[in-house]
């Protein structure tokens, strides 16, 4: 207690009257007792509130220090990390093939099968939710000549039905998709993916697997894209009119040496409308004047490394070299491919064999341009402990044990991707507000159409 004239702070500022002592028992004396009382009551209440502020900024904390260690450190075990981690960042796959299971063993008949019980294949909705799949792209696909037994030519001029067949592989998807609206969503942009899957939804992409799928024509690129395809892949395992493949395990004979010149205006209208140009089944060199001349980011969607294993459909490190965010470098996303016969020597590919690919392109390019493009339903055998679509959880894991953090598992399991295609929609919104005008090229084989003279 205060002693020498000091005052309790709670009873006023030093100097005032002391009511105690106050002998003037007048108006004024009687209005300081009031605005005494007055004092006390706010200093009560100031400390309650204190006391209050302080309990909730402890409990705060405590709440923090729970969001703090559930966003950011994972646990130690790593089938748990991996879980953990896939809960806010799941799986986005770059190519599956559940459209050409639908139309390759149903005929497209999607009441013949039923995605919530087992189906032929590796992909239905209780393995992709157990995988913890937020999305993925369809692929459209539809085979080269031939490998359907065709013939197109050597100018690719066949009048061939590939065109419907694309058309059919998209309205098949999106009939899937629109039969469990309760899973799948329907989206073309980033943005849309980000709020299906906080909605709980698989965000649902379409791509198309090979330019030969375009008729030879730039007004069908755009119509597939009116139609909600966000990539092309420039080729599939046979040159088209556009560019030359890769081939499959060995390379094939190259018609152009890299793109044609309508490949190049492809690529340019592909920038524009906001298509990812997709440079898997490429040839190297159709990869590196690609690289050279898109204006937009570009994926891989299921591609794996050469130098882990040698074969033609896989990416070569000098390309690797050309990816990244310095100068020179094309930001891009190489999205593993699980094919056995791409991924190790007969009998070797599991997950570890698959984590091999992982590093080794990050080595090179960096975590950030690492996804996974596991070709599901679209290869007929798989690696060990990655079976299906619920298996992976298993690869993120292995990816933990090996020093990736959280930032890094996130990025590969999708969000690098959902960049890239943030950026190729930059790019094409900024091409159209330049004004720069659709491409009109024709095919300059095409004889259908009167053609000015050249
Ligand atoms: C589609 O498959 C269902 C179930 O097998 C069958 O009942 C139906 O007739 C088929 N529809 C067509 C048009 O073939
Ligand atoms: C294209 O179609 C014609 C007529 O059906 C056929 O004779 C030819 O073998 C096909 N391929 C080429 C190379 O024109
Ligand atoms: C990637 O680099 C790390 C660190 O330098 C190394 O330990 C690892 O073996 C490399 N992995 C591959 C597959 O190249
Ligand atoms: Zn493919």
Same mark, same amino acid.
């Given at each position: 207690?205060?002693?020498?004239?000091?005052?309790?702070?709670?009873?006023?500022?030093?100097?005032?009257?002391?009511?105690?002592?106050?002998?003037?028992?007048?108006?004024?004396?009687?209005?300081?007792?009031?605005?005494?009382?007055?004092?006390?009551?706010?200093?009560?209440?100031?400390?309650?509130?204190?006391?209050?502020?302080?309990?909730? &900024?402890?409990?705060?904390?405590?709440?923090?220090?729970?969001?703090?260690?559930?966003?950011?450190?994972?646990?130690?075990?790593?089938?748990?990390?991996?879980?953990?981690?896939?809960?806010?960042?799941?799986?986005?796959?770059?190519?599956?093939?559940?459209?050409?299971?639908?139309?390759?063993?149903?005929?497209?008949?999607?009441?013949?099968?039923?995605?919530?019980?087992?189906?032929?294949?590796?992909?239905?909705?209780?393995?992709?939710?157990?995988?913890?799949?937020?999305?993925?792209?369809?692929?459209?696909?539809?085979?080269?000549?031939?490998?359907?037994?065709?013939?197109?030519?050597?100018?690719? &001029?066949?009048?061939?039905?590939?065109?419907?067949?694309?058309?059919?592989?998209?309205? %098949?998807?999106?009939?899937?998709?629109?039969?469990?609206?309760?899973?799948?969503?329907?989206?073309?942009?980033?943005?849309?993916?980000?709020?299906?899957?906080?909605?709980?939804?698989?965000?649902?992409?379409?791509?198309?697997?090979?330019?030969?799928?375009?008729?030879?024509?730039?007004?069908?690129?755009?119509?597939?894209?009116?139609?909600?395809?966000?990539?092309?892949?420039?080729?599939?395992?046979?040159?088209?009119?556009?560019?030359?493949?890769?081939?499959?395990?060995?390379?094939?004979?190259?018609?152009?040496?890299?793109?044609?010149?309508?490949?190049?205006?492809?690529?340019?209208?592909?920038?524009?409308?906001?298509?990812?140009?997709?440079?898997?089944?490429?040839?190297?060199?159709?990869?590196?004047?690609?690289?050279?001349?898109?204006?937009?980011?570009?994926?891989?969607?299921?591609?794996?490394?050469?130098? %882990?294993?040698?074969?033609?459909?896989? %990416?070569?490190?000098?390309?690797?070299?050309?990816?990244?965010?310095?100068?020179?470098?094309?930001?891009?996303?190489?999205?593993?491919?699980?094919?056995?016969?791409?991924?190790?020597?007969?009998?070797?590919?599991?997950?570890?064999?698959?984590?091999?690919?992982?590093?080794?392109?990050?080595?090179?390019?960096?975590?950030?341009?690492?996804?996974?493009?596991?070709?599901?339903?679209?290869?007929?055998?798989?690696?060990?402990?990655?079976?299906?679509?619920?298996?992976?959880?298993?690869?993120?894991?292995?990816?933990?044990?090996?020093?990736?953090?959280?930032?890094?598992?996130?990025?590969?399991?999708?969000?690098?991707?959902?960049?890239?295609?943030?950026?190729?929609?930059?790019?094409?919104?900024?091409?159209?507000?330049?004004?720069?005008?659709?491409?009109?090229?024709?095919?300059?084989?095409?004889?259908?159409?009167?053609?000015?003279?050249?």
């Amino acid at each position: 207690m205060a002693t020498n004239g000091e005052r309790d702070p709670l009873l006023g500022p030093p100097g005032e009257p002391n009511l105690a002592r106050d002998t003037n028992l007048g108006e004024h004396a009687a209005k300081r007792a009031a605005q005494r009382r007055a004092d006390i009551i706010r200093a009560v209440v100031h400390g309650i509130l204190t006391v209050a502020f302080v309990a909730a &900024l402890l409990s705060g904390l405590f709440l923090w220090d729970k969001i703090g260690s559930y966003a950011g450190a994972l646990p130690k075990d790593p089938a748990k990390a991996a879980q953990r981690l896939l809960e806010s960042a799941p799986v986005i796959d770059g190519h599956i093939d559940l459209p050409e299971l639908a139309r390759t063993v149903y005929a497209n008949n999607i009441t013949a099968f039923d995605l919530n019980t087992p189906t032929l294949g590796h992909v239905d909705i209780p393995r992709l939710k157990k995988g913890q799949v937020g999305g993925f792209f369809w692929s459209v696909y539809t085979a080269c000549p031939a490998h359907a037994g065709l013939d197109d030519g050597e100018d690719f &001029l066949n009048a061939t039905w590939r065109v419907r067949d694309t058309l059919e592989q998209i309205d %098949v998807s999106k009939l899937l998709i629109n039969r469990y609206p309760e899973t799948f969503e329907l989206v073309t942009t980033s943005d849309q993916a980000k709020s299906a899957i906080a909605s709980g939804k698989i965000a649902s992409f379409i791509g198309v697997e090979g330019a030969h799928q375009l008729g030879n024509s730039l007004a069908v690129l755009r119509q597939y894209h009116e139609l909600g395809v966000r990539y092309v892949t420039l080729t599939h395992m046979c040159n088209n009119a556009f560019a030359d493949s890769g081939g499959y395990l060995q390379p094939i004979p190259t018609k152009w040496g890299g793109l044609s010149p309508l490949g190049y205006k492809l690529i340019e209208e592909m920038n524009r409308l906001g298509v990812i140009v997709d440079l898997s089944h490429t040839s190297d060199d159709t990869a590196r004047q690609a690289l050279k001349h898109t204006k937009a980011p570009v994926i891989w969607s299921h591609s794996s490394a050469r130098a %882990v294993h040698n074969i033609a459909r896989n %990416v070569p490190d000098d390309i690797l070299e050309r990816v990244g965010t310095t100068d020179g470098k094309v930001d891009a996303v190489i999205m593993v491919n699980f094919a056995p016969q791409f991924v190790a020597d007969e009998g070797k590919a599991n997950v570890q064999a698959v984590a091999n690919h992982i590093d080794h392109i990050a080595n090179i390019t960096g975590r950030a341009h690492v996804g996974l493009g596991s070709d599901y339903d679209g290869i007929d055998s798989t690696p060990e402990g990655l079976e299906d679509v619920s298996k992976y959880p298993a690869l993120v894991a292995e990816m933990y044990k090996r020093g990736w953090d959280r930032f890094e598992l996130a990025g590969l399991s999708g969000r690098n991707l959902l960049r890239i295609l943030a950026g190729v929609e930059r790019v094409a919104s900024d091409l159209q507000a330049h004004g720069v005008p659709p491409a009109l090229d024709i095919y300059d084989k095409r004889t259908d159409l009167p053609r000015p003279e050249l």
